[in-house]
């Protein structure tokens, strides 16, 4: 499966603490995407890394990337209680245009 | 920002029957739109990639005679769910990415929640 790996599966964390999620795939990239889903709805866009980047920031987000590693993680800063959702990396196949996702991590934060 | 606009959001359907579901994208022109299916509490997996004017691509193991993909235009695809069970309940996703925008990430719409009865 081309499908990557997260963990945790669920998190559960107090509001003002720090979030992190860890992705793991299989193949070589072009670039790896962090993604949000709500319960029930679709999946909202956060923040790309591409293969040469080692690292990158957005607002209370912060990703990481470890090609030899192949691993990916995202760290939501002093977090509040609407961050509670799911999040999914998702890796391109090789051609750019078709994304695989990962497990998916739930997260919980308790106001 | 680009939308996605998924239709219908819910669905119920009796057994046997077939069901449409529409993915289209608002602002933005998309030669290729994605196909997810998501089980509670799991990722999305992608069943098929829709191309316009041309015939999708399955992901293995998806039936393309179970699940028609029609992407008539550079703003509309459809799925349709043939002879549905009750297997093939779920949340079905679709995703596009702007065709001006090879490296720009993927745009989704809210999904359809179908039961099969």
């Known amino acids: 499966s081309q499908q990557g790996e997260e963990d945790p599966q669920a998190l559960s964390i107090q509001e003002g603490e720090n979030a992190t999620m860890n992705c793991s795939y299989k193949t070589s990239i072009n670039n790896l995407q962090w993604y949000r889903q709500n319960s029930g709805r679709g999946l909202v866009h956060l923040i790309l890394i591409r293969s040469n980047e080692r690292e990158k920031h957005s607002g209370r987000l912060r990703v990481t990337l470890d090609t030899s590693k192949k691993s990916s993680s995202l760290l939501i800063t002093a977090s509040r209680a609407a961050d509670t959702a799911s999040y999914f990396c998702a890796t391109d196949a090789g051609t750019g245009n078709q994304f695989y996702f990962g497990t998916g991590t739930s997260l919980t934060v308790i106001p | 920002g680009a939308v996605v606009s998924q239709h219908p959001s819910r669905v119920i359907c009796k057994s046997g029957t077939s069901v449409k579901i529409e993915c289209r994208s608002l602002?933005?022109?998309?030669?290729?739109m994605f196909w997810y299916r998501q089980f509670p509490k799991q990722s999305l997996m992608l069943m098929a990639t829709s191309n316009e004017g041309s015939k999708a691509t399955y992901e293995q193991g998806v039936e393309k005679d179970k699940f028609l993909i029609n992407h008539a235009s550079l703003t509309l695809s459809t799925l349709t769910v043939t002879s549905a069970h009750p297997e093939d309940s779920s949340f079905y996703i679709c995703?596009?990415?702007?065709?001006?925008?090879?490296?720009?990430?993927?745009?989704f719409g809210n999904g359809t929640r179908l039961t099969v009865t």
């Open positions: 995703s596009a990415r702007d065709r001006g925008r090879i490296k720009s990430p993927l745009h």
């Open positions: 602002d933005f022109q998309a030669t290729t």
